[in-house]
C-alpha cells in the first residue's frame, strides 16, 4: 500500500492571488499543494451526445484518447511524493475503457478514488471486482452518476432516448454491489426552481430503491456543446482583480488540483479545449505552476467553488437531510 505524504514543505502551502496592478489583466492563481489528481482516463470519447457537455464528449469526439493502464500507473507514481491525496477518473466515459476496472484498482492502492459516469454501461463484471478491491482498500471508491433530470423526458433531453432508464438501471446495479453513489445533475431548469427539482431527484431515487439519495446539483458552465444548446458568457462574465479581493483562493479547484491527459496536464477537467490550460508534461512542474483566471468559465468556478470535486461527507449528509448542494464550496474535494 502507498503512503502518501507531502515533501519540501508542501504540506502547509496554500494557494493565493497575486492582482495585476492593470484591472483588465486577469488575476493570476499562484496553486499551493496538490491534493486531487484527475485522469482524462477515457479521452473525449463518450456512448452518448449530451447537449450540455462543456468539452463536447461523444462517440467521435477524439480530441484527446484513452490512457493506459501504464500511463496511470506512472503518474500514480509521480503523485506520491507530491502528497496527492486522492483521485478522480473521468472522460468522456470512463467504462467505455477496457481496462477501467484493472486502472481503478490500482488507483485505490494510493488513495481515495472517484470515478465519474453517465451509469449506461455499469455490469456486474464491472461491480464484482471493483467491490472486492473496495473492500481490500482503505480508501473509499466513490462513484459519480449523472443524471441530468427526475424523469425520463427531462433526462433523455438532455442524454438521448433511453439514457434515463439505463442510468437508474446503473444506479440500482450500484447499490446491489453495496455502493451508495453521488447523484449529479446539471442544473438545466429554471433559475429558482432547484427546491422542487431537488425534491423530485429524492422522490424519483427513493422510488428506485435508493432510500438515502447523496444528491450534487452542478451549475451549468456555457462552454463547448452547451453554449450552442443556451448561450455562452458574455464578455462581462470574468474573473477581475477586485472578485479576488477577501476570497479563499483555495475554493477553486485550480488551487490544488491538476488533471491527466494523454496530451500532457492540464489546469483543470473544465479547460481541456482551451489552449492555455495546458501545463506541459511534467506533473511536479505543472503542480506549481501558476494560471491567469482569464477564462470565463473561471467566473462559474468563482461563483460556485470546486464545481468539479465531490462535495464533503458533512454537506452530502445534509443534502440526504433535503438540503439542497449546489456545486461544491470548500469541502474536502472528495
Same mark, same amino acid.
Given at each position: 500500500?502507498?503512503?502518501?505524504?507531502?515533501?519540501n514543505g508542501f504540506e502547509a502551502s496554500r494557494a493565493r492571488v497575486a492582482p495585476h496592478a492593470d484591472a483588465d489583466t486577469a488575476p493570476l492563481l499562484i496553486p499551493g499543494h496538490l491534493d486531487s489528481l484527475w485522469f482524462q482516463v477515457a479521452g473525449t470519447v463518450c456512448n452518448i451526445?449530451?447537449?450540455?457537455?462543456?468539452?463536447?464528449?461523444?462517440?467521435?469526439?477524439?480530441?484527446?484518447?484513452?490512457?493506459?493502464?501504464?500511463?496511470?500507473?506512472?503518474?500514480? +507514481? #509521480?503523485? @506520491?511524493?507530491? $502528497?496527492?491525496?486522492?483521485?478522480?477518473?473521468?472522460?468522456? #466515459?470512463?467504462?467505455?475503457?477496457?481496462?477501467?476496472?484493472?486502472?481503478?484498482?490500482?488507483?485505490?492502492?494510493? $488513495?481515495?478514488?472517484?470515478?465519474?459516469?453517465?451509469?449506461?454501461?455499469?455490469?456486474?463484471?464491472?461491480?464484482?471486482?471493483?467491490? %472486492? *478491491?473496495?473492500?481490500?482498500?482503505?480508501?473509499?471508491?466513490?462513484?459519480?452518476?449523472?443524471?441530468?433530470?427526475?424523469?425520463?423526458?427531462?433526462?433523455?433531453?438532455?442524454?438521448?432516448?433511453?439514457?434515463?432508464? &439505463?442510468?437508474?438501471?446503473?444506479?440500482? /446495479?450500484?447499490?446491489?454491489? $453495496?455502493?451508495?453513489?453521488?447523484?449529479?445533475?446539471?442544473?438545466?431548469?429554471?433559475? !429558482? +426552481?432547484?427546491?422542487? @427539482?431537488?425534491?423530485?431527484?429524492?422522490?424519483?431515487?427513493?422510488?428506485?430503491?435508493?432510500?438515502?439519495?447523496?444528491?450534487?446539483?452542478?451549475?451549468?458552465?456555457?462552454? $463547448?456543446? #452547451?453554449? *450552442?444548446?443556451?448561450? !455562452?458568457?458574455?464578455?462581462?462574465?470574468?474573473?477581475?482583480? &477586485?472578485?479576488?479581493?477577501?476570497?479563499?483562493? #483555495?475554493?477553486?479547484?485550480?488551487?490544488? *488540483?491538476?488533471?491527466?491527459?494523454?496530451?500532457?496536464?492540464?489546469?483543470?477537467?473544465?479547460?481541456?479545449?482551451?489552449?492555455?490550460?495546458?501545463?506541459?508534461?511534467? /506533473?511536479?512542474?505543472? %503542480?506549481?505552476?501558476?494560471?491567469?483566471?482569464?477564462?470565463?468559465?473561471?467566473?462559474?468556478?468563482?461563483?460556485?467553488? *470546486?464545481?468539479?470535486?465531490?462535495?464533503?461527507?458533512?454537506?452530502?449528509?445534509?443534502?440526504?437531510?433535503? &438540503?439542497? +448542494?449546489?456545486?461544491?464550496?470548500?469541502?474536502?474535494?472528495?
Amino acid at each position: 500500500m502507498h503512503r502518501m505524504g507531502a515533501v519540501n514543505g508542501f504540506e502547509a502551502s496554500r494557494a493565493r492571488v497575486a492582482p495585476h496592478a492593470d484591472a483588465d489583466t486577469a488575476p493570476l492563481l499562484i496553486p499551493g499543494h496538490l491534493d486531487s489528481l484527475w485522469f482524462q482516463v477515457a479521452g473525449t470519447v463518450c456512448n452518448i451526445r449530451c447537449a450540455h457537455c462543456f468539452i463536447s464528449c461523444s462517440p467521435t469526439n477524439h480530441a484527446f484518447g484513452f490512457l493506459s493502464l501504464e500511463d496511470v500507473r506512472r503518474r500514480l +507514481e #509521480e503523485s @506520491v511524493p507530491l $502528497g496527492v491525496r486522492e483521485f478522480y477518473f473521468t472522460g468522456g #466515459e470512463p467504462f467505455l475503457h477496457p481496462r477501467i476496472v484493472e486502472i481503478l484498482a490500482l488507483a485505490l492502492e494510493y $488513495g481515495p478514488t472517484s470515478v465519474l459516469t453517465n451509469g449506461m454501461l455499469l455490469k456486474h463484471r464491472h461491480l464484482e471486482p471493483l467491490a %472486492a *478491491a473496495a473492500a481490500e482498500s482503505p480508501y473509499s471508491l466513490e462513484f459519480r452518476v449523472s443524471i441530468d433530470g427526475f424523469d425520463a423526458a427531462g433526462h433523455d433531453a438532455i442524454r438521448g432516448a433511453g439514457s434515463f432508464a &439505463a442510468a437508474t438501471q446503473g444506479v440500482q /446495479l450500484l447499490l446491489a454491489h $453495496g455502493f451508495l453513489p453521488i447523484v449529479t445533475a446539471v442544473q438545466t431548469w429554471e433559475p !429558482g +426552481e432547484d427546491p422542487e @427539482v431537488y425534491a423530485a431527484f429524492v422522490a424519483m431515487l427513493r422510488g428506485i430503491g435508493y432510500h438515502h439519495p447523496r444528491i450534487k446539483l452542478l451549475p451549468v458552465l456555457r462552454i $463547448g456543446a #452547451e453554449a *450552442a444548446r443556451s448561450h !455562452g458568457y458574455v464578455a462581462s462574465e470574468r474573473v477581475t482583480n &477586485a472578485m479576488m479581493e477577501g476570497y479563499d483562493a #483555495e475554493r477553486l479547484l485550480c488551487a490544488s *488540483a491538476r488533471i491527466v491527459t494523454d496530451r500532457g496536464v492540464w489546469v483543470c477537467p473544465i479547460l481541456l479545449d482551451a489552449p492555455e490550460g495546458n501545463l506541459g508534461d511534467d /506533473l511536479a512542474a505543472a %503542480a506549481g505552476r501558476s494560471f491567469r483566471l482569464s477564462h470565463a468559465a473561471c467566473s462559474t468556478c468563482w461563483l460556485h467553488g *470546486a464545481i468539479c470535486a465531490n462535495p464533503g461527507t458533512a454537506a452530502l449528509e445534509a443534502g440526504a437531510r433535503g &438540503a439542497i +448542494e449546489i456545486g461544491a464550496s470548500n469541502g474536502s474535494p472528495g
